[in-house]
């Protein structure tokens, strides 16, 4: 049996008095979408940013495809296509030069480059904007060359963190089928959102945070044991992570 795409062990980050994350313990496999949530401040984009080198943990370890992350960085990073939560754009390029810039420091031959991103920009609508520069870019059109670039290497880990905003519906659902073809071939997608009902969509696996500590992981299904068993992901979130309902008097 082959080793779990992600595997994270007893990774732990510590800012000063701060336990951001604590011996946290994971593994992704093949073939899975992983929606991984907590409130605001859990340790979410922490983990994230540790997994993809960013920043190193204060302790355990990270392993992309058997690849240290620390050590093999190189060879882990090749593997994943990463959407971080505010990406950076060069607002002078054009889309069409990002997307080689790109291509070209993860060695991919510029007609191959140009068929790929094609294939993408006709997807989402971004084909008449390809020689325009970035600066004159709305979010979503942003959003989605940043989603281009990071299918551009055809990774076996997609690596999301809150990747719907800003996206129109029609978007949105390509980003949500992208995510299941990707999974059905074999890859792995792992998935931080707020986006509840996208995680009770397309998710194989849930893994739920709270101050720095993994307090589920498991399918809805299991989940709806710990809690009322017709709950939506959204109530038996709230209910396991103490978080107040919010309501409001109509």
């Known amino acids: ?13 510590v800012f000063g008095s701060n336990i951001a994350v604590d011996h946290l313990d994971l593994d992704v496999e093949a073939g899975e979408v992983f929606a991984f949530l907590g409130p ?27 690849f240290d992350i620390q050590g093999r960085a190189i060879e882990a990073k090749s593997l994943m296509g990463y959407i971080p939560d505010h990406p950076y754009l060069y607002e002078k390029l054009s889309a069409r030069d990002f997307i080689h810039f790109v291509g070209d420091l993860r ?6 480059q140009e068929e790929r991103m094609m294939d993408h920009f006709d997807l989402f609508g971004l084909s008449h904007a390809a020689d325009h520069l970035i600066e004159n870019f709305s979010h979503g059109m942003r959003q989605k060359l940043v989603f281009t670039a990071a299918l551009l290497h055809r990774p076996r880990l997609l690596l999301f963190d809150e990747p719907m905003v800003g996206l129109d519906p029609k978007s949105a659902r390509i980003i ?13 997608v792992f998935l931080s ?10 998710a194989d696996r849930i893994g739920i945070i709270a101050k720095g500590q993994l307090i589920f992981l498991g399918r809805l299904d299991e989940l709806r044991q710990r809690g009322r068993a017709a709950g939506t992901l959204e109530d038996l979130f709230l209910e396991l992570t103490g978080e107040p309902p919010g309501e409001i008097a109509v």
Do not use: D
């Not at 060695?107 to 191959?112: A, D, K, T, V």
């Open 193 to 202: 959102t707020h986006q509840l009902a996208v995680a009770e969509e397309v």
């Open 1 to 13: 049996m082959s080793a779990p795409i992600v595997q994270l062990r007893n990774l732990t980050k």
């Open 40 to 66: 605001n401040g859990a340790g979410k984009t922490t983990t994230i940013r540790m997994m993809t080198g960013l920043i190193r943990p204060t302790g355990g370890e990270v392993f992309i495809g058997g």
């Open 176 to 188: 949500k089928q992208i995510m299941r073809r990707h999974a059905g071939r074999g890859g792995s």
């Open 107 to 112: 060695q991919i031959p510029r007609p191959l």
